[in-house]
């Protein structure tokens, strides 16, 4: 179930994140059945959307977008609330990661 949730938050990206009901509705289970699921691998929904975001963050700052679109690609209030996340996924602002792999 995880892989399919993450394909399918993949495949929205960049652009507006689908909610835990859309996901679970597009995979024909019902929300409860959906967290169930995924307890069950040891995830969660949360946790899976981070993933696929920080996983397309990094592709993304290897391109020439700027942080700020970046930002916006992934469906960020502003980039300040990026940079918190992206820290906290990586260890590193967007800026230093960015320029570590150029």
Do not use: Y
Not at 5 to 28: K, Y
């Amino acid at each position: 179930m995880s892989a399919k949730v993450i394909e399918l938050v993949r495949s929205r990206l960049p652009g507006n994140l689908p909610s835990g009901d859309e996901v679970a509705e597009e995979l024909c289970v019902t929300r409860r059945t959906l967290t169930r699921k995924l307890s069950e691998e040891g995830t969660n929904f949360k946790s899976l959307v981070e993933t696929a975001r920080c996983d397309l963050a990094k592709r993304l700052l290897l391109g020439t977008d700027s942080i700020a679109q970046v930002a916006f690609l992934l469906d960020f209030a502003d980039q300040a609330a990026f940079s918190v996340a992206f820290k906290r996924w990586t260890g590193a602002t967007p800026a230093v990661f960015r320029k570590s792999k150029l």
